[in-house]
Structures are given as C-alpha cells and as structure tokens.
C-alpha cells in the first residue's frame, strides 16, 4: 500500500469506530451510552441503526422476529446488499450453514488480545509484548497450527503478512475482494462483533495507554482469522473464499441461504415499540410534574447544618428522611465536589483519576502521613508484597505449585470456610490520613473552591456546619464493585474528593480570596467530610463528632435501610439485610445500585422537598435567579447532566438486552485480566452492567425509560445554552433525553419539542398514575 | 536574502472536537514530527456559535491543532483526512508557509 492509500484506511478505521462507545477497565467502571457513537441521529433512527449493526434488541419490545417468511431469491439479494453494509463475510458463514465463523474469529482474537493486556496476573507474559499487539501475535500467531498437517503452510502464510498492522488489513480486505467502496460498512460490523474489545483498545489509545495496541491491530488479526475461516469452508464447496465468487455462487441458487438473518428486524414493530416507550415516558412525566412544586417553609428557621449531597439518584431517600429529622439543609452537587484531581495513596505506584470521566484531571493529591504511620504502612506494605511473592511464586510455579497448595490450601480453606459462614467487612474504613494538596496550586484552589459553591448555589447563608458527602458501595468478591461507586468520580468513592474540598474551602488563605470574589464564608462555618455508604445506608463523618448530628444520621439512615430492604430480594442461602449483603461473598447483587433512575431535576430543593421520589431522581441544586447569564446552568448540563444521560442509557440498554449490552448472567463470567470479564471461556470482551444489576431472573427490576430532564429556570436561558452546545443539541433534539423546563415565576411546565420549541405541559395527571 | 534559507512547506490547522483529536493525530504521526495543540477552541461556522469554555467537560470541547507537513505530504494526507471532516464536525485550512530549520519538521522514520 502507498502512503496516501494507507491513510484512506485508518480515516476509514476511525470513521467506522465512531459506532462503538468506549469501554473502561472495571477497576474505574464508567457508565456510558452504548450508543454514544449514533448520538448525531434521532433517538429512533439511532435505535433502529444499533439493532442491526449489533444485532441487538434495542427497545422494551422492539422490532426483532426470528420469522423471516420471504423468498429465498429475496433473501440472498438482501445478503449481497448487506455485504459491507451489515454483514461480513464472516456473518455470511452462518447464513449458508457453514458454521459460526464470528465466534470463531472472536474466541481467537479474544485469546490473543486477553494474553496480550494481562495486568500482571498471568504468571507468564506474552512473550514479545514491547513490540505491540500485531507484532507480539505475528510472532508467536506462526505456531498456532505447528501441530496439524496445515502446520508449514499455515506459517509460511502468516510470514507473509506485512509487518505493519495497517497494512495488513489492506491486504486482508484485498484479499477478502472486499471493495473499498464497502470497507466502512464492512470494518463497522468487524468492530460491532466484538464491541467490547474495540471499545476498550478505542480508549485505551485515545487516553495514550498503549501505544503498541489500536484498532487496525485488532482489525488485521480479526480480518486475518475470517480468512482462515473462510478459506477452509468456502473450498470445501468448491468455492474461492472471497466476496466475489461467494456472492455469484449465492446468486447462482439462493435457495443456499440456508438461515435467514437474525434476528430479522421490522421498521414497522421497532416504530410500535417506540410509541409505546413515548406514552410510558408521558406519563411518568406527568405523574413527576404533578409532585414538584415550589413548598416554602412556614417559617424561617435556623439551619444547624447543610449537607451536600451527590446528585446520584440513592441520595435522595436519604436526603428526604435526613431533612425530617432536624433543622438540616440538603443541597445537590456532583459527588466529586467540583475537585478534578488524581489520588495517589501513600507509597502506591500509580494515581487515579477521581473525576468525571468527561475530565483528564492532572493535578495530583496524596497522603500525608506523620512519621510512625508512614514507617507501619511501609512495614505492612513490605510484608504483604513478600508474602505475595512467597505465595504467588509458590502457586505459579509449575512444580512448585503441588508444594504449594499443601502448604498453603488448610490456610486457604479456613479462610474460605470463614467467608463462607461469617460475613467479611466489606469496605475497611481508611484511616483518613492528612492530605498532601501542594501540587494543587493556589489559585486553582480558589477557582475550584469558588465554582464548586457557586454551582451548588451556596454563595450566602452558610450554616456552622457544611458536610460534603461522598458516596461509594461496599461489596466483597465482585468485579462490577466500580459499578455502585460514585459516577462523578469516575467510578471511585467520593470520600477523598469530599476531603480536598473540605481542606480547601477550610483554608483562611482561599477564604480570603473568595472574599474579594463575592463569597464571605463566616469565620464560624466549618465545611467536613463525609461518606455515604450506599450498600450499607450508613453515613460517616470525617474528623466530626458532632452527637446530635450523627443520632440524626443514624436515624434518617435506618430508615433508608429498612425502605430499601423491602426492595431487595430475599437471599435464601445467604445474608439478606443490607449490612449483611456488603459483606456476602456470595452475594451476586449487593445493592440496587441506580436501577430504576428516570430523572434528573435541576432546580432549588424546595421543589422537591415535600415528595417522594422513591430513589428514581438524580437531584442537582441550581438558583435560577443567582445565575442571570446563565454560566452556572450551561456548566450543569454540560457535564452532571451528561454522566447521568449516560448512566441512565446504560442502564436503559443493559436492561432490554442484557447479553448485548450489558455483561450478562454474572455466574458465568470469567474475569480477564483486571480489565473486564468474558462469558465462559472467551470471546468478546463484556463490560456493561451485569444482569443482576438489572433484573431479577428474567424480570427487569431497571425501567427502561430515557432520562426525564426538569430544569427550573426561564425556557429563554435554557435556549440561548442549547443553541451554543452541539452536545446539548443532540441530547436534547435527538431525544436522547426529554427536557422539560419550570418557569421560577408562575411554576408551570413546558415541554421542549425539539429545535427551541416549548409546548405547555398536559397539567392532569394520568389516572393509573405510575409511581415516581 | 535571509529568506532563501526558509523551505517551502503546507500549514494545517484543524479544528475537530476533543474528543476526535486522537484520530487526527493518528493521521499525522506518518508525515509530521511535531504540532500544537490549542484547547479548548471557541467560534462561529455553519452550525452555529460553538462554546469551547466548559469547566468540568473536556471531551466536548474544540481543539485546535496546528502542523506543518512537506508540500508533497499534503495530498497523501487529505485522502485520510478529508473523509473525517465530512463525516464529522470540523474544519481545516491549509496555507503556504516558509519555515526554518525544515529538519526539524520532518517525520520521524
């Protein structure tokens, strides 16, 4: 290939990557739409588009049939159509009966690609790793067949292939016959195959991870096997195993489509489907709408303390019983309490982002222990990596290892044994050691500082007290325990964002700047950190021993806990309150985590306060009046609004296919390198949401409903931000969010029609009113 | 003349969404040694007025990115980066430009 034809095949590769939303590792599980890459589409057409490429089901009940009754002759003229369009060749082996080449291919790649980003846990390394993912499986990819009559030819032919990924694909869609007029569609259904693994390099590269690992690596060995599969059924019908010949010998007798497409979709049910979805969606509207209403207190009372709570939906039970039980303020912000850094623990070797992953923070904070605690963590650190290594060494090596499950097995079995009948501590509490803040520079502690009050809105009346709190769930023996921690902090707890808050808006000097920028926080005002544990309804509070304050903690908490105990299902075998199940290693589903979230209401509290929500809410403070420009709000849709959009679709999707778009039944997956889990033994990549996440058995717990969006500010505001945000615009026009704005003034609703039209809000209330 | 000692070369600026940066730098890395990057980029085109300050977005926002590539890169490089921008938000101009110390622009082998 020349240059210019190589670089007409990555923009092709990149273009055809835009169908595949990123897929981060499970250590930082980030919800994303899985359809991120249709977003420039209507909600409808996106839907339609998806359920093809991924062969999905894309709506509580869509189009798909497995009945396709039309004439053979019909059929294959759909699949030479389809070719580079929705199918590859690979597809086309299980349409004419000559096997399932696609799970061939992926469980190949799958093996090479797990082998290839193992994470230190394989107790051999890939051999010739450092010279990226295509060289490393060329090199060894040689031996595959060693042992079959096939063995020579096999590796002369793998020889022969370019020593450069790109080009490789070039010579594999050639020799394939695949014409450059259909490569895009044909690469796009290639990484719609195996979503997981292309979303997850697509990321990774983008992020700069690993530079030996991108998706035209993934393509050449993907595009590579389809010709192994292709070559050895084709032949065996006397066929040449490429597009060209394939196709005249289907359009000689298409009577040999053996099966048709699956499964088969209709336009016509997917648009039923999708009616369906809208009336269930109005009438929740209307049965939210007819709860929120402005409700002032009768009388101004003095607040003891102001709790700053996540936007995520599980704060707003909390927040409601807290509020019953005391002169307490609640107020929404997102949970990394507008602190984008990174967090390195003391002596630990790398840092995490514990932001929103809309963010690439750069700052870093760490720990900073006094002298005796630094020397004990560094003793216990030492002691954990010899035994380790004693340990890992022993079990890894291939003689060594029979030694070392006699040695070490009755420990092993006593351990499990204990596991088994006691239930373990989920989470150990950390010791919140001081912070160490000096590479957050000053006057980004005040920016910081500034922004983060006055997107929540408290820029006057601080309480004596203002607790920040974070969240996370505590759960034991689970791959997905990213996945109940706080979203707006990348999928990590959001006790140390709390804590760098604290220490910032604590301190006289940034105090003092914030003075000259408008905001006076009384000398008596104290801001500390706290962590709402959302597994275990528990809230603790860092460096505060306030008596009353914690009583009332404790009483709103076990409140939430025996409301939300009624939703769980019974564990017959195991631990079914909810302390109990943080600490059940066998416990497939902790906790509900956002399940049933639906929408996001942006407005003052008083709107809400007096309703239930049932947990359904992501909930973010915002006073219009204080915001006349409208900064305030265009920084709130721009970012909480985007994370829970996604946090919302995720859920959305992983719940009307669970397989596709979710991981699947958690007792079958195998975790992958510390990057994500597999069903059984391979193929792609599954990282969304697993079924217990979702549904109970095979009924869905999660309502498949778009995320509701209800901003309490002038329509004209929310206008002049949306015409300014291309992202707003495809959320919003693109229905992939509904809007629907409060007038501060006269309380009515308006729904947004699309291209900055409002229509009036139906004001009654559906009579089989759905809970909220 | 001083400016005998310039070279001839192609200017690119390219204005894409944070989020597409990657790609366009992966098209790059075959013809150019260096560019510069500005984000986040704010301005008006055919779609409208484009807001580049988000304060906790990134991946929104705009960037710019700005090379230089030998004249007969610039052909072999459009065949790759021209699909991106018509498929994708974005722009581009290419100007001519002198440049000098012209090792320093050419790409690594």
Redesign the interface.
């Known amino acids: 290939m020349n240059r210019s034809e190589r670089t007409r095949l990555r923009a092709t590769v990149a273009l055809a990557a835009d169908a595949i939303a990123p897929v981060w590792p499970l250590d930082t599980f980030v919800a994303v739409n899985p359809l991120l890459g249709f977003d420039a589409l209507p909600f409808i057409e996106a839907t339609a588009r998806a359920a093809e490429l991924f062969r999905a089901q894309v709506l509580p009940a869509d189009g798909r049939s497995g009945d396709d009754a039309r004439d053979p002759a019909d059929r294959a003229r759909e699949f030479v159509a389809a070719i580079g369009v929705r199918d590859t060749l690979g597809d086309w082996c299980a349409a004419l009966g000559w096997g399932d080449a696609v799970a061939e291919i992926d469980e190949r790649t799958g093996r090479w690609l797990a082998a290839y980003l193992d994470r230190g846990e394989a107790a051999w390394t890939m051999p010739h790793r450092a010279r990226g993912f295509y060289a490393a499986w060329k090199r060894l990819a040689r031996h595959e067949c060693a042992a079959t009559p096939n063995g020579r030819a096999y590796r002369r032919a793998i020889d022969a292939l370019p020593d450069h990924a790109v080009d490789a694909v070039g010579a594999n869609l050639e020799a394939l016959g695949i014409p450059p007029e259909r490569r895009h569609g044909y690469l796009q259904r290639h990484l719609a195959q195996c979503a997981g693994w292309a979303g997850f390099i697509k990321r990774a590269h983008d992020a700069g991870e690993d530079p030996g690992l991108d998706l035209l690596a993934l393509l050449a060995v993907r595009t590579w096997y389809e010709r192994c599969a292709l070559t050895a059924t084709a032949r065996a019908h006397g066929v040449e195993p490429a597009f060209p010949a394939v196709r005249d010998w289907l359009l000689a007798d298409p009577a040999r489509v053996r099966r048709a497409r699956e499964p088969h979709f209709e336009r016509a049910a997917h648009d039923a489907a999708y009616a369906r979805l809208e009336q269930r969606e109005r009438e929740f509207a209307a049965s939210l709408l007819a709860v929120l209403e402005p409700r002032d207190d009768a009388a101004p009372r003095a607040v003891a303390a102001q709790f700053v709570f996540c936007i995520d939906a599980r704060s707003e039970p909390l927040r409601r019983a807290l509020e019953a039980e005391g002169p307490y303020e609640t107020l929404g912000f997102a949970g990394f309490f507008g602190m984008p850094v990174r967090y390195r623990p003391f002596d630990a070797p790398h840092a995490t982002a514990i932001a929103p992953v809309l963010l690439r923070p750069t700052r870093e904070v760490g720990e900073r222990p006094d002298a005796a605690t630094a020397r004990q963590l560094r003793r216990a650190a030492a002691r954990t990596r010899t035994f380790d290594a004693i340990a890992g060494g022993a079990l890894a090596h291939p003689v060594a290892a029979f030694a070392g499950v006699e040695a070490f097995g009755p420990f092993a079995a006593l351990r499990a044994a204990r596991q088994t009948f006691r239930a373990e501590r989920a989470h150990a509490m950390p010791d919140d050691r001081p912070l160490q803040l000096d590479a957050l520079p000053f006057d980004e502690r005040v920016f910081f500082g500034e922004a983060a009050l006055r997107i929540m809105g408290l820029t006057h009346g601080f309480a004596p007290l203002i607790v920040l709190c974070g969240h996370g769930g505590s759960t034991v023996n689970n791959a997905f325990s990213a996945a109940i921690d706080c979203g707006a902090c990348g999928g990590n707890r959001g006790t140390i964002n709390a804590r760098v808050a604290a220490d910032v808006l604590n301190a006289p000097d940034v105090r003092a700047a914030l003075v000259a920028r408008g905001i006076t926080i009384p000398p008596h005002t104290r801001f500390v950190a706290a962590e709402h544990d959302t597994t275990r309804d528990a809230v603790r509070l860092v460096d505060c021993d306030d008596r009353a304050l914690l009583a009332a903690l404790a009483r709103a908490s076990d409140a939430v806990r025996a409301q939300r105990a009624r939703a769980l299902p019974a564990a017959p075998l195991g631990a079914s309150d909810p302390p109990a199940r943080a600490g059940d290693w066998a416990q497939v589903r902790p906790e509900w985590g956002l399940a049933r979230n639906a929408a996001f209401v942006i407005g003052p509290r008083a709107f809400s306060r007096a309703a239930d929500l049932d947990g359904r809410c992501f909930l973010h403070s915002y006073d219009a009046p204080a915001d006349p420009d409208g900064a305030i709000l265009e920084q709130i849709l721009t970012a909480p609004l985007i994370v829970a959009a996604w946090i919302n679709l995720q859920y959305f999707f992983a719940t009307v296919d669970p397989d596709r778009f979710g991981s699947g039944d958690k007792l079958l997956q195998q975790p992958v390198g510390g990057i994500g889990v597999v069903a059984g033994n391979g193929g792609d990549l599954r990282n969304g949401l697993p079924l217990q996440s979702t549904s109970f058995g095979a009924t869905p717990y999660h309502e498949a409903l778009r995320l509701l969006a209800v901003v309490v500010a002038p329509r004209e505001r929310i206008d002049a931000i949306v015409a300014r945000q291309q992202v707003l615009q495809r959320l919003f026009d693109h229905r992939w969010v509904s809007l629907v704005a409060i007038d501060p003034g006269d309380g009515r609703a308006y729904r947004y029609a699309g291209d900055r039209a409002w229509h009036p809000h139906p004001t009654e209330t559906p009579e089989c009113s759905p809970t909220v | 003349m001083l400016a005998d000692r310039l070279t001839p070369m192609k200017k690119l600026e390219i204005v894409v969404s944070g ?1 597409h940066v ?2 366009v730098r ?2 790059l890395a ?1 013809y150019v040694s260096g560019y510069t990057q500005i984000a986040p980029v704010s301005g008006r085109g055919h ?5 580049g300050r ?7 926002a705009q960037a710019m990115i700005v090379t230089v590539v030998q004249p007969d ?1 610039l ?3 459009l ?3 021209l ?2 921008l018509e ?3 974005g722009v581009a101009w290419v100007s001519d430009v002198s440049v000098g110390r012209a090792a320093y622009f050419a790409p690594e082998q």
């Not at chain 2, 779609?47 to 807001?51: L, N, Q, V, W």
């Not at chain 2, 988000?54 to 929104?60: G, P, R, T």
């Open positions: 989020e990657g790609d992966d098209l075959e779609a409208g007025y484009h807001e988000l304060l906790f977005n990134d991946a929104s890169a052909e072999p490089l065949e790759g980066l699909p991106l498929r994708r938000s």
